[in-house]
C-alpha cells in the first residue's frame, strides 16, 4: 500500500440551523451509510447530534450552522457534529429519571455507541460517537 493511501474514507456536510436541516443530515448519512449494519444506529446519533446543535447551541439562531462529519474505516464509524458554541457548557451525558422530558438525548446516543467523546474549542463543541464493527454496544472492540 502506498504510504498516503488509508483504508478510511472521511465525509463533510455543513448545514444551515434550521430544525428541518436534521432531517437532511439524517438522509445523508443513510445514504452514505446505504448496506452498512450500523446504517440505522448512525442515523439516530446524527439525528439527535444535530437536533442538539439546533436547539442548545448558537448552530440554531439567525446565520448560525453546524458541521457533520463521518468516518469510515473497516473497524468503525465515526460521526461527529460541531455545533458553534455560545453556551457557558459542553454537552454531557445526563441521567434523567423517567419522568423528565429533556436531557435524555446524549445518554440514548452513549447507550447505541460504543465510545462518544465530547471536545470543547473557542468556537463550539465537537461531539464525537464511535460504532466499531462487528461489536455489540457496550462491547470491546478487540
Known amino acids: 500500500m502506498h504510504e498516503y493511501t488509508s483504508t478510511a474514507r472521511v465525509w463533510g456536510l455543513t448545514c444551515p440551523g434550521f430544525p428541518e436541516e436534521v432531517s437532511r443530515a439524517r438522509r445523508w448519512t443513510r445514504d452514505i451509510l446505504r448496506g452498512s449494519p450500523l446504517a440505522d444506529d448512525a442515523e439516530l446519533i446524527v439525528s439527535e447530534l444535530s ?35 455560545g453556551t457557558g457548557r459542553a454537552p454531557k451525558v445526563e441521567h434523567q429519571d423517567q419522568e423528565a422530558e429533556h436531557g435524555r438525548g446524549l ?25 466499531f464493527t462487528g461489536v455489540r454496544p457496550g462491547g470491546h472492540p478487540c
Open 107 to 131: 445518554s440514548m446516543v452513549s447507550a447505541i455507541a460504543h465510545r462518544v467523546v465530547v471536545h470543547d474549542s473557542d468556537g463550539g463543541h465537537t461531539v464525537t460517537a464511535e460504532l
Open 51 to 85: 437536533a442538539n446543535a439546533i436547539l442548545h447551541t448558537a448552530s440554531g439562531r439567525q446565520s448560525g450552522s453546524f458541521h457533520l462529519a463521518l468516518a469510515i474505516s473497516p473497524q468503525m464509524v465515526a460521526l461527529s457534529v460541531t455545533d458553534a458554541g
